[in-house]
């Protein structure tokens, strides 16, 4: 069966960085284009970035461009996301996606991120 | 604000049945872009309910439904039980989530 397992988060101070990772297993990774989404305390879902299934494409929404890239390991069947400049506002739990058809059927359990002086 | 507009909430009584709208722009869903609904429980992840419209993953109930038209979409959920009590998105165009409606089982 599919599975998507974050790492854990953390607190860290506001402009410093943090790597999650999210491991994929039960479909062919390499075959998929992968998500980060995110929902920060009291709010909706936000969309965060994509990464096509090559690695090739990658897009991000407006708030992160310049401070956050998502890589992926095809061999490893892993997903990144490096945050950098990390700002009070980037608080939010992380949900990695695999994405298919526009859809999200399966999600990561998600990992809290605490940006905090 | 999202491009994707939801009420903040409805409620409704157990056994009723309530619809949530998702009303979106030229930009989106009135492009042809198809919509998409998750059930989100606090401490859990997104579940998906509808996909491109109307249609069901395996494992949702039939009394979840959706629909589309124009630059709008709405969500229908029949025979309401507590269990229902969540936060609902909707999701088009470019990786694009409304803001979320609060379902409250009275």
């Known amino acids: 069966q599919v599975q998507l397992v974050e790492s854990e988060g953390g607190v860290v101070q506001p402009g410093r960085s943090l790597r999650l990772s999210c491991a994929a297993s039960?479909?062919?990774?390499?075959?998929?284009?992968m998500h980060w989404i995110r929902q920060a305390p009291g709010k909706g879902l936000e969309w965060v970035a994509v990464i096509s299934n090559d690695g090739s494409k990658k897009y991000y929404v407006d708030s992160v461009k310049g401070r956050f890239t998502i890589s992926r390991d095809n061999p490893k069947n892993t997903l990144y996301l490096q945050m950098n400049s990390l700002r009070v506002e980037d608080t939010a739990v992380y949900y990695c996606?695999?994405?298919?058809?526009?859809?999200?059927?399966?999600w990561g359990q998600g990992t809290l991120v605490t940006v905090s002086s | 604000q999202s491009v994707l507009t939801q009420p903040p909430s409805v409620s409704g009584a157990p056994g009723q049945r309530v619809t949530i709208s998702c009303s979106g722009s030229s930009s989106n869903i009135g492009a042809g872009y198809d919509v998409h609904w998750y059930q989100h429980l606090p401490g859990t992840a997104p579940k998906l309910l509808i996909y491109?419209?109307?249609k069901r993953p395996s494992g949702v109930p039939d009394r979840f439904s959706g629909s589309k038209s124009g630059t709008s979409a709405s969500l229908a959920i029949t025979g309401l039980r507590a269990e229902d009590e969540a936060d609902y998105y909707c999701?088009?165009?470019?990786?694009?989530f409304g803001g979320g409606t609060k379902l409250t089982v009275l």
């Open positions: 039960g479909f062919s990774f390499s075959s998929y284009g």
């Open positions: 996606a695999k994405g298919e058809g526009g859809h999200y059927l399966y």
């Open positions: 999701q088009s165009g470019s990786w694009v």
């Open positions: 491109d419209n109307t």
